[in-house]
């Protein structure tokens, strides 16, 4: 398979926020390893066995579901132990393997912050890919400049699936992304944005980027835990404006 090439992302501490709960907070994390460009064409098409029509642009429209798993797939080549197992749509992440995974919320966002604090790294249209560009399609990776982690594209051409739940209460199972797309107005691409959906939801502007590290932990690790998304979707307040009732 197409090497994936790594960056080492040292420890370090990042501020998240959640709107609706109106929440903020910080994460210490430990030193993990993250994709310096987003999972191409090219390198999902020669662990499939399929022909990459454009192989240096990011993978879309492929499901979170899809994209855990490339991460065992991407894992089992390179003989490290793969980060899950599944019981049917269920996913568990064994959070001390050393295989491929999706990075947590807070390693995507300080990944992609690289030490900034205002919503891009850089000027917009040296950094991203976005509506501004006029483009209607995935470009290929690494034509706009880096951050200061040396990680491409991590705001604009595609959105970047992580492994977190964007809000159990409202959304119940749907997975986050970020970073925005080639679509996007530069309101949707910065570093602290938000988006999900559905485990099997697919689009033409979702893509993802892989991470590595194991953490001595079970069931948390890099800003999650399995204990706070029960929490977090036992909400029984009342339902704030424009709630969808989940079925």
Known sequence: MTDIEL??????????????RERRWSVELETFEIGVYPVTQGQLGELLG???????????DL?????????????EWEG???AYTFEGDEVT??????????PTEAEWEFACRAGSTGPHYGP???????SADGVTSPQDVGAKLPNLNGLFDTLGNVWEWCWDLLDPARYGDYRVFRGGGFADDAWSVRASTRR?????????????????????????AQGWSARADAERASYDGPTPPGWTPRR
């Open 196 to 220: 999900g959906g559905a485990p099997r939801m697919h689009h033409d502007d979702v893509g993802l980027r892989v991470a590595r590290g194991g953490f001595d932990a079970v069931d948390e």
């Open 63 to 75: 499901s979170w579901l899809r994209a855990i798993r490339f991460c065992n797939a991407a894992s």
């Open 124 to 130: 917009l249209a040296e950094v991203a890919w976005t």
């Open 80 to 82: 490290l132990d793969p």
């Open 7 to 20: 960056a080492r992302i040292p420890a370090g501490t990042v501020a998240l926020h959640d709107a609706r």
């Open 50 to 60: 399929e022909t990459a029509s454009h192989p240096r642009r990011p993978a879309t």
């Open 93 to 102: 992440w064994h959070v001390d393997a050393d295989g491929f995974r999706l």
